[in-house]
């Protein structure tokens, strides 16, 4: 579908986004179903190929001759596929139901262009289509209409991600929150907003105004649940640990925020992968697993799914400098308590049926992006995920 | 001074310096017209050691020159004596949102852009068409008579010239085999392989001939949607989207009469009344690059505030030279959410008082770009704030906002600056939390 035909159809073309958010200043809870969706990025390219492996086939070790993950070193889930030795809580949380992979996610004339595959995966856009919104993002203008008292949803960085940014609605860019509380309830910010009673303009100042309030109004509501906010000390002092540790701390208080969004960079493995991806791969495994385990003994495990993706994989064929360059196609895991499907979601992918040297395509990312809206927050995807795509039976 | 010089200044440039307008002895718009379409013999320097040989690419250097390059620029946009051309090659960067792998081709695509920015749009995009870099991006390094590749032909059409809905798809077929053959050199120089062009007769906006690429560009620059499409995103930018479609439609012909000719549009702009009219001020929000190197000009940030300058624009979103797609950056309000605006209102006392930035910036920043390690303890920007002392604090909002805010407000921040022990810097880093000084 065409950029503008599908903006026209969408609810951004809804007059009543157009209520400036300060006239529903009051607090309301959101997040109605409970259902709360955490996004972990791994940025780079994260090698998927040595994430999830195939140890039983021949190809695999033929391509990958310094690379190649041997059987011994797996977490074998299978008797023929092993995920990478430093996913050991992965491998637990596949046990336990608590895991589905989804094999072969990549969306039809891939781009190996780190920025633009990220754009396309946030946006939730064709190729070659230009989206500026991202689907969050729209989903919150859907959510929204005029404002979300609370932040609906929350990206745990200093600045926020496409994939949160919608028509009108923004998602909450927080690092930290007693910094985030500081800067925004300056003495200058609550002058001006005691200048600024309701303006019923609808141009850019009133826009810069309405986003001040709303940001004030973030930091209230987060100060006024700062008390219930549990130290979480268990969580690895990595910078995921960290940033998982923050969103944690604020399911624990009760936030009424239903999405949490962060990011981890570094995957990006032309060079030396075996040592890399080990490590960051096993911070992803520690944070994943303590994360799992504290929604768990908090009881909101049930009520959560967790979607971790790459923008892209990398190629079969191993480089010659002991990394793997830019491919397609990848896993992407989504791990909760409600999966009524666990475990693998479809095979792994055919290596002797590559799309020049790249793994074909079995799924496409926004069918899982329209899974989650539909099947997880109950909402319908039209005007939220361009076009028409086929959830898959998960939840 | 003048409100509406001061407009024209933020729109036609980057805003201006208490100094410039005393030295100048500016007084209205009229006075400053004629300087503004001055054309500069500015031009990014061209990088050299990592040549266009793809095999053979050292990343660190190329992350050296990116770094160079980048500060170059926005300095120079700063420090430039025609902000227009300047302004009108940030514009062209991001219509043809091109990503140059190689430092020195980006370089050359930039000075291509800035030596036809102010000229005929139809010598521009001629040029364009046959730059590396965007032979390069759009893969028509690919486009082989043996196998079309669609790519340039498509974004010619949707992004370039005309607009979504304004073409078939069996026009970007035919007009991809007119690109046939079109290619750059490893030193980056155009290259027409005669061999993998395709010599047929296609059919492009209903006309059937054995076309050229270069008649496929004259084609398209025929297209009435052309002007319309340029003019109406020209006026977006200078103007606002706000304004009505009998002024849009006075342009479209204009420009049509001047064969396209983008210097003569803006004149028209910039001449008439209805741009000095109050709906039009203050009306855009500035871009992350608009409001950096408003400030690199206000106070004279030098290459010494360069890590500064590229962690803000990448906390802020907009990195020059690396637009996100073809489609170019987001604007308006697509660069405001809770925390890009902390971060813009925080910008003041960061650049004029060294406080930090903490919490705010975008994660995962590689600080330590190589030849620019900054020492511990050492500033993030080094600011000069001379030509700002002595102003009372109502004459520098008139320079610093497009529409100064009210006498309370002022009143508030003398009251609140004077308590501080560095009163003439607060009061400016107080100016510039205002959420008015985003807007342009």
């Not at chain 1, 987060?222 to 906010?229: A, K, Q």
């Not at chain 2, 690109?179 to 007769?201: C, L, S």
């Not at chain 2, 907009?318 to 925390?339: H, K, Y």
Request: net charge positive; proline share 4%; with cysteine.
């Amino acid at each position: 579908m065409e950029r503008r035909t599908f903006l026209k159809r969408s609810a951004l073309a809804s007059t009543a986004l157009m209520i400036p958010g300060f006239l529903q200043a009051q607090f309301k809870p959101l997040s109605q179903l409970g259902k709360r969706l955490i996004i972990i990025q791994l940025s780079g390219g994260n090698d998927g190929l040595n994430t999830v492996v195939p140890f039983r086939n021949d190809i695999y070790y033929r391509s990958r001759p310094v690379l190649g993950l041997k059987r011994d070193q797996l977490n074998a889930v299978t008797d023929a596929v092993g995920f990478h030795p430093a996913f050991k809580n992965m491998a637990k949380l596949y046990e336990s139901g608590d895991l589905l992979t989804i094999n072969g996610v990549g969306y039809p004339n891939p781009n190996r262009s780190h920025f633009r595959s990220m754009d396309i995966w946030h946006s939730a856009s064709d190729s070659d289509k230009h989206l500026q919104s991202g689907w969050l993002g729209r989903y919150l203008d859907h959510q929204c209409a005029g404002s979300c008292g609370n932040p609906l949803a929350i990206e745990i960085d200093g600045s926020l991600s496409l994939a949160l940014k919608g028509e009108e609605q923004k998602a909450l860019a927080i690092r930290n929150v007693k910094q985030f509380n500081k800067m925004s309830k300056s003495r200058l910010n609550q002058f001006l907003l005691q200048q600024h009673e309701a303006e019923h303009h609808h141009d850019n100042h009133a826009y810069l105004y309405k986003t001040l309030r709303e940001t004030v109004n973030a930091a209230d509501y987060l100060e006024s649940r700062l008390n219930r906010m549990p130290t979480h000390s268990q969580f690895p002092k990595t910078q995921l640990g960290r940033q998982l540790r923050t969103m944690t701390q604020m399911m624990s208080a009760g936030l009424d925020s239903s999405v949490y969004y962060t990011s981890m960079s570094g995957f990006d493995t032309h060079v030396n992968q075996k040592q890399l991806q080990q490590r960051l791969l096993s911070q992803v495994d520690e944070a994943v697993g303590v994360l799992v385990d504290t929604l768990k003994k908090e009881n909101l495990w049930k009520d959560t799914a967790v979607m971790i993706f790459s923008e892209f994989g990398r190629r079969v064929v191993e480089n010659g400098s002991q990394g793997t360059d830019h491919g397609s196609g990848n896993q992407v895991f989504l791990l909760s308590g409600g999966l009524k499907k666990q475990g693998f979601y479809n095979d792994l992918p055919d290596l002797s049926r590559l799309n020049d040297g790249d793994l074909a395509m079995q799924i496409d990312f926004r069918q899982i992006y329209t899974t989650l809206l539909k099947d997880w927050f109950n909402t319908d995807p039209s005007g939220i995920v361009p076009g028409r795509f086929e959830p898959l039976n998960i939840f | 001074m003048d409100p509406k010089l001061n407009h024209l200044l933020l729109r036609a440039g980057f805003g201006t310096q208490p100094k410039a307008i005393s030295r100048l002895g500016w007084k209205s718009p009229a006075d400053a017209l004629p300087s503004l379409f001055r054309t500069d013999d500015f031009s990014i320097t061209l990088p050299k050691g990592t040549g266009s040989d793809r095999s053979k690419v050292d990343k660190s250097k190329i992350r050296e020159q990116t770094v160079a390059m980048n500060l170059e620029w926005l300095i120079g946009m700063a420090e430039s004596k025609s902000p227009l051309q300047e302004k009108m090659c940030f514009f062209w960067h991001d219509h043809f949102g091109v990503k140059a792998k190689l430092p020195v081709l980006a370089a050359i695509h930039n000075n291509t852009l800035r030596k036809y920015a102010l000229g005929k749009f139809g010598d521009l995009l001629h040029a364009v068409a046959k730059d590396p870099a965007m032979l390069l991006f759009l893969n028509n390094q690919q486009n082989k008579k043996s196998a079309p590749n669609e790519n340039f032909a498509r974004e010619l059409f949707e992004l370039f010239t005309l607009g979504e809905g304004h073409y078939t798809e069996s026009d970007i077929k035919e007009a991809a085999r007119a690109f046939t053959g079109w290619k750059t050199d490893r030193q980056g120089a155009f290259r027409f392989v005669r061999f993998q062009h395709d010599y047929g007769a296609k059919t492009v906006f209903g006309k059937r001939k054995n076309f050229t690429g270069e008649q496929v560009v004259d084609l398209v620059l025929q297209q009435p949607q052309t002007a319309k499409f340029i003019v109406d995103k020209i006026v977006d930018f200078m103007v606002g989207p706000q304004l009505d479609q009998a002024k849009r439609s006075d342009l479209y012909s204009s420009f049509r009469r001047s064969d396209l000719h983008i210097g003569k549009l803006l004149q028209e702009i910039f001449t008439s009344d209805w741009f000095y009219a109050q709906e039009h001020r203050a009306a855009r929000i500035k871009s992350p690059i608009e409001l950096l190197v408003s400030v690199c000009q206000a106070f004279d940030l030098k290459k010494d505030s360069g890590i500064g300058l590229l962690m803000a624009q990448r906390s802020l979103g907009q990195v020059l030279f690396a637009p996100p797609s073809v489609a170019g950056w987001p604007s308006e309000r697509q660069w405001i959410d809770s925390s890009s605006l902390l971060y813009r209102q925080n910008l003041g006392f960061a650049v004029l008082l060294n406080r930090a930035l903490k919490g705010i910036e975008k994660a995962n920043f590689d600080a330590k770009v190589k030849g620019m390690d900054l020492p511990k303890g050492s500033k993030l920007f080094s600011a000069s704030t001379r030509y700002w002392q002595g102003l009372s604090t109502a004459a520098c909002s008139e320079i610093l906002f497009a529409k100064p805010p009210s006498q309370q407000v002022l009143a508030q921040i003398d009251r609140a600056a004077g308590a501080e022990s560095t009163p003439e810097l607060m009061r400016l880093a107080l100016l510039m939390a205002l959420p008015e000084y985003q807007l342009c």
